[in-house]
C-alpha cells in the first residue's frame, strides 16, 4: 500500500527533474555547428561578433526578423550584431545595396522592415534601382539621396565585403548565423529558427570563455 502511494508521489517528484534534463542541449561540432577555416577577421577583436546572413526575398529571412530583433536586445556589451545581405545573383546585389544605402541615409530603422514588407507582402520584385529608389521616395528619401548613396562607392565596397564574407563562410542558404567569424549555424543542422539562437548563445559563451582564459 505503501508502495503504492509513494510512486505516484516520486513520479510528480522526479517529473521536472526529466523535463530539466530534456531541455538541456548538447552541441556538438560538425552534427549543430561548423567551423569555419580559415576564420574570418572580424571588424572589431575586442567584441564578439554577430552576423545574420538573410536575403530581403527570403520567407524564412522575413520570419526570423521579429524573433532575432527580441534576441538583439539580449545581448551583451561585448557583443556586435551585424546584418549582412547574401548576394548571389544580380536582383541580390541590389537588395544587399539597398541595405547598406538604408544605412548611409541613417534610415535603417525604418527601410530595414519596409523592404522586408514590399517583398514578401507586397510582392514587390525591387528588381531595379528606379523600384528600390521608389520605395525609399515613398518614406521620405529624397530621389537624388539615395541615387547618390545607392550609387556610391561606400555602399558597393560593402556589398562586395559582404558578398566576400558569404563565400568564405560557404553560406549555403538564408537565413544563416555566423559567430565571431569561426562557427556557421544553419536551420537545417539545428532543425529551427529558435535553436539557431540557442546555439548562438552557446557559442557567445563559449568564445566569451576562451577570451577569459586568453
Not at 180 to 188: A, F, L, M, V
Request: glycine share 6%; proline share 4%; net charge negative.
Amino acid at each position: 500500500m505503501l508502495k503504492r502511494l509513494l510512486l505516484p508521489i516520486a513520479l510528480v517528484l522526479l517529473t521536472p527533474l526529466w523535463a530539466c534534463a530534456q531541455e538541456e542541449q548538447t552541441w556538438e561540432e560538425g552534427k549543430h555547428y561548423d567551423l569555419i577555416t580559415p576564420a574570418i577577421r572580424t571588424g572589431d577583436p575586442a567584441k564578439i561578433e554577430v552576423t545574420e546572413f538573410f536575403w530581403y526575398g527570403c520567407g524564412h529571412c522575413y520570419n526570423f526578423e521579429p524573433i532575432i530583433s527580441q534576441w538583439k536586445k539580449t545581448l551583451g556589451d561585448d557583443v556586435i550584431f551585424r546584418g549582412s545581405p547574401a548576394a548571389w545573383n544580380a536582383p541580390m546585389e541590389l537588395h544587399a545595396k539597398a541595405y547598406y544605402t538604408a544605412d548611409v541615409l541613417g534610415v535603417m530603422d525604418t527601410m530595414h522592415l519596409v523592404i522586408f514588407q514590399a517583398m514578401n507582402v507586397d510582392r514587390k520584385r525591387l528588381s531595379s534601382e528606379a523600384e528600390i529608389g521608389e520605395l525609399f521616395g515613398e518614406h521620405g528619401v529624397s530621389e537624388e539621396d539615395f541615387s547618390k548613396a545607392f550609387n556610391s562607392f561606400g555602399v558597393s565596397s560593402q556589398a562586395r565585403q559582404a558578398s566576400a564574407n558569404a563565400r568564405a563562410a560557404k553560406i549555403t542558404g538564408t537565413p544563416e548565423m555566423m559567430v565571431n567569424g569561426k562557427y556557421r549555424i544553419s536551420t537545417r543542422k539545428v532543425g529551427s529558427q529558435a535553436n539557431m539562437l540557442k546555439l548562438a548563445d552557446y557559442l557567445i559563451e563559449k568564445e566569451r570563455a576562451a577570451a577569459a582564459e586568453s
